[in-house]
């Protein structure tokens, strides 16, 4: 299967694994932005992409950036659908106490292609039962 990667701006990168193995492709920043304490930006990115059929593309917070500079993908993890055929764009919210400056090139997330699966819905009357049943929020301690 293949990853399909359009550049729509000069300053676009091509997403990439920085290591063998790794899971999620680096995302990279066309454009300086300044994010201060607790705002979100938009953060564009210069590319779309085609997916193959049945998957989807998840964009991740890097570890990184939220351990050392408190900046974290808000809609984590946003979904891109198979048929989207936009830029990529990644809300970036600053959680910390400091200004944050994207600048062009950084990486700024990473984006990680799942399969998905396509599953017939069917109303029922009742679910059948379980062992944990409704237990959820902390029902099996600490």
């Not at 193959?52 to 500079?69: F, I, M």
């Not at 979904?79 to 919210?93: A, P």
């Not at 990486?107 to 799942?114: C, P, W």
């Amino acid at each position: 299967m293949k990853l399909l990667v359009e550049k729509i701006n000069e300053k676009a990168i091509i997403p990439f694994r920085a290591h063998d193995g790794d899971a999620g492709m680096d995302l990279f920043s066309i454009e300086e932005v300044i994010i201060k304490p607790m705002e979100r930006k938009l953060i564009h990115t210069g590319i779309k992409i085609g997916l193959p059929k049945n998957t989807e593309a998840q964009v991740r917070p890097r570890s990184g950036l939220a351990l050392k500079h408190g900046i974290t993908v808000l809609n984590t993890p946003g979904t891109i659908d198979e048929g989207y055929r936009g830029e990529i764009g990644v809300i970036l919210i600053n959680l910390s106490n400091e200004d944050f400056k994207v600048e062009v090139g950084m990486k700024i997330a990473q984006m990680v292609i799942k399969e998905v699966l396509v599953l017939d819905v069917e109303e029922v009357s009742e679910l059948t039962e379980t062992e944990r049943g409704e237990g959820g929020f902390g029902s099996t301690g600490v």
